[in-house]
């Protein structure tokens, strides 16, 4: 039987970091890991519009520090930064400490696994073909920098039951809105640039892949 391993997991250490990076002792962790959890689900339905690329959770001491990548953050500011005080405050009623709220910017959507693979299940939910959603998707990435993708699909699509179709090498990103959609990005094997500016993590990457 074959082992499915995550993606993500295969890139820890190499040239990515965890999404959730706080230490707790073994009275607290099960209670963390739950806000975690819990903060994140709210956070995906609450900003579906905003295409949020990741939410990164820190927690130095006392404090909780809430980072979202998201490609329309004026969405999630809102006029005069009034929705983004209240998501601060709706933050803080879920978990303990004061919460700081950080908005990133993704400058280029187009590249990013994780909105590719949710760019490319509305697609399919519009009944667009899958082979031409693909391809679409594919083409915009390579467009602005991308070197290589890799997009897989199954399902029932167009009426017929699809096996995973997929296209290109898959790389240092991973993303999976749901069960109708994955895909993959790869910009630069030899130099892969971390999304938090890890050096050592490039560097590791550099001596593993070079041969």
């Known amino acids: 039987m074959g082992q499915k391993v995550n993606p993500i997991g295969l890139r820890l250490g190499i040239n990515r970091t965890w999404d959730s990076r706080w230490f707790a002792r073994k009275d607290d962790y099960a209670r963390l890991l739950h806000d975690d959890i819990r903060m994140r689900k709210m ?23 809430v980072t979202i990548y998201a490609a329309r953050p004026g969405v999630i500011i809102g006029k005069k930064g009034a929705d983004i005080d209240k998501l601060r405050k709706d933050i803080a009623a ?13 400058r280029k959507p187009e590249t990013d696994a994780q909105l590719v693979a949710e760019n490319i299940a ?17 083409q915009s990435a390579t467009r602005l ?24 090498f898959p790389g240092h990103q991973f993303g999976r809105p749901s069960n109708v959609s994955k895909a993959c990005r790869y910009r630069d094997f030899l130099g892969p ?19």
């Open 193 to 211: 640039v971390s999304p938090i500016g890890d050096d050592a993590a490039a560097d590791r990457a550099s001596d593993l892949l070079t041969p």
């Open 122 to 138: 509305q697609q399919l939910e519009r009944r667009v073909a899958f082979r031409r959603a693909m391809k679409r998707s594919m």
């Open 94 to 106: 879920m978990t303990d400490g004061d919460v700081s709220l950080n908005i990133v910017e993704v």
């Open 43 to 65: 956070l995906k339905e609450r900003l579906n519009q905003a295409g949020v690329s990741r939410i990164i959770i820190e927690r130095p001491h006392k404090q909780c520090r």
């Open 145 to 168: 920098g991308a070197k290589g993708v890799r997009v897989e699909v199954a399902g029932r699509l167009g009426g017929a039951v699809v096996e995973p179709q997929h296209s290109d």
